[in-house]
């Protein structure tokens, strides 16, 4: 959705950018939409005597974290039904990921044991990223 703003920062009432909008002067950003972010699509202009920004508001990007806490893990792994299920599985494999799951300051993304314990459930890389990034709404 795009925004015309004024000096103040306030949104015009009918948010309808003219095509010919040229803008050359710098005004406050509008609160973006839950989930959104602003994004500036020039510098401003005048329009019927006065002073415009032109905005555009798109989804905000979503980042996979490099790293969770284990307990951030567990509450995420939990919260989807499958702490029992991953639980179940690490204790079938090597003593050094069972003790990764114990002991562990941090689980990377890119963690080797996530990823055969992953395959082993028949998770997608991209179930990995939704779980990290559960995981790191956690906090």
């Known amino acids: 959705m795009q925004y015309l703003t004024r000096l103040d920062g306030s949104v015009a009432s009918g948010t309808l950018v003219p095509p010919y909008a040229r803008l050359t002067r710098p005004t406050p950003r ?3 939409p ?3 972010v602003m994004l500036d699509l020039g510098d401003g202009e005048q329009i ?3 002073w415009f920004q032109k905005w555009t508001s798109i989804l905000a990007p ?3 974290p490099e790293f969770v ?3 951030q893990a567990r509450r995420a792994l939990r919260a989807i039904g499958i ?3 991953v639980q179940a599985a690490l204790a079938q494999d090597s003593p050094e990921a ?3 799951w114990e002991y562990s ?3 990377p993304r890119n963690d080797a044991i996530l990823f055969r314990i992953a395959k082993q459930l028949g998770m997608t890389d991209t179930q990995i990223d939704q779980i990290f990034i559960l995981a790191d709404s956690l906090k």
Request: net charge negative; proline share 8%.
């Open 30 to 32: 509008p609160v973006a």
């Open 98 to 100: 069972q003790e990764a």
């Open 105 to 107: 300051v941090s689980i």
């Open 69 to 71: 806490t284990p307990l």
């Open 83 to 85: 702490l029992s299920v």
């Open 62 to 64: 979503v980042v996979v």
């Open 48 to 50: 019927g005597g006065m």
């Open 34 to 36: 839950d989930g959104h």
